[in-house]
């Protein structure tokens, strides 16, 4: 018998449901004395939680539970996909036909007899990919001249490559976009290069050629860094990455048109000051990091989050005393604020102004009231520290109430960490902050990355400059 037990998931429900039995408890029971007492200790968690697990809680995160002890979600309030009545959708027609095929027949299909021709046709249009798809190899004959001005020979530049590159700036850029940003593994860009299209690459080439894009694409690295510093409206997050086995954090920085990454050891201050290399005037949207409380002057602390710590005290079992009361009073006070936001325009300002002094007000009051449940008395500490920074949105038009943006922004990042598992190098950091950071902006502005920075490599291996990073496309346009 082992000396030590952890309980499953179906001795905790015969043991809570009192319906154990003497063969499960036999199974269970260890004979090690310190087996027993840990053995006990699980089971007073078991009681004392009624989630029915020694390992969950009211503060336990969703992914340190197995999945068959996870409750089961509602269902649905609707069905996926367009509801009734809603206006149809289609796939575009292709504006160019590459061929045409002509299919009639010669006689009748059942009883082999002559047809009599109607002159009536059809049109039916398929799109494919051709069976012979394969890169194409092209010579460049570079004739090398003599300048009697300059004594020197000269030849022109080719700028379908970068200097000493064998492949094409097409090539390059569709390796990138899928890798960093659409989080496709590297080895699986091999295989549909090497297979499908006919163009041998190596994992290693691979790198070499997107670290000296990293290179040439720094100038719009750059520019988007100012871009946000400069955004009246910025939104921040921060998740855990893995460099050389080490833990580092991947920083996500996000505005309306542009979306900035940063690698970095610190999950505090040294991280921030070299993204905040100047004063930022704007909103900062972000969690409850105390970290970012040294950025500026004007934040927004993201609702949801606040929220889902009174989901998960409303579902645990430390719920009593005056827990429902401060409940209450603290979603009665958010509902008021996105109703006052959503009356903007219609309210005189001096109306507005009071309704949100009165929020401020109500605010202040839950904060120094003296809960007796701990969990409200720590929420009443967080509303007492952050309470003027979860009523930003209220006062200025254009903040949001949470910090969805930049978790949304980041969710690619967390699809490659667990492709890539990180990064092996601080080179291999730099280049995927900077290329995610170029492909997630194009994105964010409408346009399309791939021939966005295959025009960018071609007009920089002609000119020798980079020219500026595209602005978003207009609604409009």
């Keep these: 018998m082992a000396a030590s037990a952890n309980l499953d998931a179906k001795f905790i429900a015969a043991f809570r449901a009192g319906t154990l039995t003497q063969a499960q408890a036999e199974a269970t029971l260890p004979r090690d004395r310190a087996a027993v007492i840990f053995l006990l200790l699980q089971l007073s968690a078991v009681v004392a939680d009624g989630s029915g697990s020694p390992a969950s809680g009211a503060h336990t995160p ?6 068959y002890l996870k409750p089961k ?3 649905r309030r609707k069905k996926r996909g367009g509801q009734n009545g809603h206006p149809g959708h289609c796939r575009e027609q292709p504006t160019r036909i590459d061929r045409h095929e002509i299919h009639q027949l010669p006689a009748c299909p059942d009883c082999g007899g002559p047809l009599q021709r109607t002159g009536q046709t059809r049109t039916r249009i398929i799109e494919d990919i051709p069976d012979d798809l394969k890169a194409e190899a092209v010579g460049h004959t570079i004739h090398r001249d003599w300048c009697p001005c300059c004594r020197k020979q000269v030849e022109p530049k080719v700028p379908d490559a970068l200097p000493q590159c064998v492949l094409g700036h097409r090539t390059v850029a569709l390796a990138a976009w899928l890798y960093y940003g659409l989080a496709v593994t590297i080895s699986q860009i091999v295989e549909v290069f090497n297979q499908h299209l006919q163009l041998k690459l190596t994992a290693g ?3 070499q050629m997107w670290h000296r894009l990293a290179d040439v694409f720094g100038p719009w690295y750059e520019q988007i860094h100012r871009h946000c510093l400069d955004a009246g409206v910025l939104h921040a997050d921060e998740t855990g990455w893995r460099v050389e086995g080490e833990t580092w954090w991947l920083w996500c920085f996000s505005t309306g048109d542009a979306t900035f990454y940063l690698l970095d050891h610190s999950r505090g201050h040294p991280a921030l000051d070299k993204f ?5 005037a704007g909103v900062l949207v972000s969690d409850f990091w105390a970290a970012y409380d040294a950025v500026g002057q004007l934040h927004q602390k993201c609702w949801p989050h606040l929220l889902r710590d009174l989901k998960e005290v409303n579902e645990g079992t430390e719920n009593g005393d005056d827990w429902p009361e401060f409940d209450q009073r603290l979603r009665r006070l958010y509902g008021d604020a996105i109703r006052l936001v959503a009356a903007r325009g219609k309210l005189a300002s001096d109306a507005y102004d009071l309704k949100h002094a009165k929020l401020q007000s109500r605010m202040v009051d839950l904060a120094i009231v003296d809960w007796t449940n701990p969990h409200a008395r720590r929420l ?3 509303l007492f520290k952050y309470g003027e920074y979860l009523l930003t949105f209220v006062e200025f038009e254009g903040v949001p109430a949470d910090n969805n943006q930049a978790e949304r922004e980041i969710r690619p990042a967390v699809l490659m960490r667990k492709t890539s598992y990180g990064n092996q190098s601080e ?5 995927r902050a900077t290329l995610m950071t170029i492909c997630r902006t194009l994105k964010r502005r409408g346009l399309d990355p791939l021939p966005v920075m295959a025009e960018a ?9 980079l020219d500026p990073l ?3 496309i207009s609604s409009e346009g």
């Design 470 to 472: 595209p602005a978003k």
């Design 276 to 280: 905040f290399v100047s004063e930022f």
């Design 205 to 207: 080439g691979l790198m």
């Design 62 to 67: 969703s992914g340190s539970l197995p999945p």
């Design 380 to 382: 009443a500490k967080r």
């Design 457 to 465: 490599l071609r007009t920089y291996t002609a000119t020798g400059q």
């Design 73 to 75: 979600t509602g269902s």
């Design 427 to 431: 080179r291999g950091c730099e280049t």
